[in-house]
């Protein structure tokens, strides 16, 4: 089964928040699956253009891979956005997903996400 899990940046603390997505009265927040005693809702309040779900699979190094990241693929140094197009994941225009990942996942390096890093595309899609 594969794990549920989001992230979404959070501007009050200025950190990346991983666990739960909820919406609530048209504001977004990724929360653990336990709250700390001395947080408040607007400490797990994100960017809504942020937030991106998990998408099951990990890159060479074991690290999670998720909608928005930007990932090299080692054999030809092209890079590109890991994004959802319904109803799976799919290879498309410059972006690739699910289905292309699933058999190069051990050749792939996340190496930052379109929100920190926009300026790893603008190299011409190669590293």
């Known amino acids: ?9 959070n501007a009050k603390n200025n950190q990346w928040l991983y666990g739960s997505h909820i919406i609530n009265r048209g504001k977004h ?3 653990p699956d336990e709250f700390a005693d001395d947080k408040t809702w607007e400490d797990y309040e994100v960017e809504t253009e942020t937030v991106g779900q998990f998408t099951g699979l990990h890159d060479k190094n074991g690290r999670e891979i998720y909608e928005g990241d930007i990932v090299r693929h080692d054999e030809n140094g092209e890079c590109f956005v890991v994004v959802y ?9 410059n972006s690739f997903g ?23 595309l603008e190299k011409g899609g190669k590293q």
Do not use: Q
């Open 98 to 120: 699910y289905r292309f990942m699933v058999y190069t996942s051990e050749l792939i390096t996340v190496i930052g996400n379109i929100h920190d890093n926009p300026e790893l």
């Open 85 to 93: 197009d319904a109803p799976e994941f799919c290879y498309k225009d």
């Open 1 to 9: 089964m594969r794990t549920i899990r989001f992230r979404g940046f």
């Open 29 to 31: 927040f990724v929360a």
